[in-house]
């Protein structure tokens, strides 16, 4: 059986839950401050939950610029990582940067998080920067 469901965050009860998945990954364990997490852009974005069984697991966020999506804020709980929840979430924004017609998806990945987004079908561009104080390097996928 699949546990793992990754729908949008339609009601405000659902972004609240994808709000608490951020403040305890970004902010709790990577300690990125709270301006820098809560930015000007959640109001237009459209935001994603995932759920493992029941419980909330992960969240992300994604934003449409011309023909890009942008995708955001991609994060799984300490305790449900590598169940394949990561993937689940990049699919699922994949699939629906394609239903929206953009031509291509684009991410600041963390640097330690490249490999992830390898598998997940991005390739690294450009030169790393720093982003909240993180390294990051821009990664792209041709949709
Ligand atoms: C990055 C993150 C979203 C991955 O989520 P996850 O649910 O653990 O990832 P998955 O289980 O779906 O992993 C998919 C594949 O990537 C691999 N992978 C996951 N995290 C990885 C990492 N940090 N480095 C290398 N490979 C990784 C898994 O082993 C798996 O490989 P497999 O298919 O060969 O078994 C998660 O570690 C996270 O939330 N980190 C903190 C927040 C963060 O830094 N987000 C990224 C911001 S750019």
Do not use: W
């Amino acid at each position: 059986m699949d546990k793992i469901t990754v729908k949008i965050a339609k009601t405000p009860l659902d972004i609240k839950k994808a709000y608490g998945v951020r403040e305890l990954v970004f902010m709790e364990e990577q300690g990125v401050s709270r301006e820098e997490e809560m930015d000007e852009f959640d109001g237009a974005a459209t935001h994603i939950i995932a759920y493992y069984d029941d419980e909330v697991a992960g969240c992300a966020r994604i934003r449409f610029l011309g023909n890009k999506s942008k995708l955001e804020r991609i994060a799984v709980l300490l305790r449900f990582r590598k169940k394949g929840i990561g993937k689940k979430i990049v699919d699922f924004l994949v699939a629906y940067s394609k239903e929206k017609g953009a031509t291509e998806a684009v991410m600041h990945a963390q640097i330690y998080a490249n490999d992830f987004y390898v598998k997940c079908g991005f390739k690294p561009r450009g030169e790393e920067f720093m982003e909240a104080n993180i390294r990051h390097v821009e990664m792209y996928m041709e949709l």
